[in-house]
C-alpha cells in the first residue's frame, strides 16, 4: 500500500494526542517503547520525538520529519502485513515520521533516514519503525538540502 506522507500539524494540538506507542521500539532501542511528538511552530517543519523506557529514567531525544511537502516525490510504500499489524485501513489513516540527523559543526547538511520511516496509525497512535518495500529508490542519508544550496549557506557563514 501507498502511503500519504503529508503534514497533519492539527494532530498535534492536544496533549494527549502527542503519545506514541511503539511496542517493539525503534531498530537498536527495543526498550524505549513509548515516544511524545513535540510540536513546536517556531521548529516546523521539524519535530522533536522524545523516547522513553518504562524500565529507567532513560531518555532519548531524535529530530522527526512529516516527509509531505519536504521531500519531493518520496512515496513510501508498506508491506501488507506490516499496514495489517498496524490496523490502518486506508493510506491517511499513517503518520509518517522520517528521523533527521544533523551534523553540529554543519547543520545545513542534514540528512533524512527515507528507507526506515516510524509509520503510526492516526487513529490508534500506535507505531512502528520499517523498513518500506521500495526501499531501492531512497537513501538513508538523504540530504535535505540540495548540495549546492548547503555550498551557498556555508560560503555566507563564514
Do not use: C
Not at 502511503?3 to 524505549?32: C, K, M, R, S
Not at 519536504?70 to 491517511?92: H, K, M, W
Not at 528507507?115 to 535535505?144: E, F, K
Amino acid at each position: 500500500m501507498k502511503v500519504l506522507p503529508d503534514l497533519y500539524p492539527t494532530d498535534f494540538d492536544t496533549p494527549p494526542a502527542n503519545e506514541i506507542i511503539l511496542p517493539q521500539g525503534l531498530i537498536g532501542f527495543g526498550a524505549f517503547n513509548r515516544a511524545e511528538l513535540l510540536y513546536l511552530p517556531d521548529n516546523l517543519p521539524f519535530l522533536w520525538m522524545k523516547l522513553s523506557n518504562p524500565d529507567s529514567v532513560d531518555v532519548l531525544h531524535f529530530i522527526v520529519i512529516e516527509p509531505g511537502g519536504i521531500v519531493p516525490g518520496y512515496e513510501p510504500e508498506i508491506f501488507d502485513n506490516d499496514i495489517e499489524q498496524l490496523g490502518i485501513t486506508s493510506p491517511a489513516e499513517a503518520m509518517i515520521l522520517n528521523i533527521v540527523t544533523l551534523q553540529r559543526q554543519s547543520p545545513v547538511e542534514a540528512t533524512v533516514n527515507l528507507i526506515g520511516p516510524l509509520v503510526v496509525n492516526r487513529r490508534t497512535r500506535v507505531g512502528r519503525q520499517l523498513v518500506i518495500s521500495n526501499y531501492s529508490r531512497y537513501s538513508s542519508h538523504h540530504a535535505l538540502v540540495e548540495n549546492s544550496q548547503a555550498t551557498v549557506a556555508v560560503a555566507r557563514t563564514t
